[in-house]
């Protein structure tokens, strides 16, 4: 299974209203192919009342043996439902893509 594919599943037993997972990581320095930056962008009940870094910390919880193995960042746009405004921001550039 893709790590992409992974991230999507683990996600969802948060039964997210939105969920989209994106592989950004030909957007930085390396080989093609690889499966190293995702972005996140979650919409969930379970977020509601839960501080910025408390919905960080929930989610990076459940990928540190992949941060082990060579993923090397997620970027979390988490929402609870109330706070979803159709969007999220989206990434920059990486200055060391060539």
């Keep these: 299974m893709s790590l992409e594919n992974k991230i999507i599943q683990q996600l969802q037993q948060f039964s997210p ?9 030909d957007m930085h320095a390396g080989p093609p192919n690889r499966e190293t930056h995702f972005r996140v962008e979650m919409v ?7 501080s910025r870094v408390g919905r960080h910390q929930l989610i990076y919880g459940l990928f540190g ?6 993923l090397h960042a997620l970027s979390l746009h988490l929402y609870a439902p ?7 921001p989206q990434s920059p550039q990486c200055a060391g893509n060539h």
């Design 44 to 50: 969930a009940e379970a977020f509601q009342g839960l």
């Design 82 to 88: 109330d706070e979803w405004q159709g969007h999220a």
């Design 17 to 25: 209203i939105h969920l989209r997972v994106d592989n950004e990581s």
């Design 65 to 70: 043996d992949d941060f082990q193995a060579g």
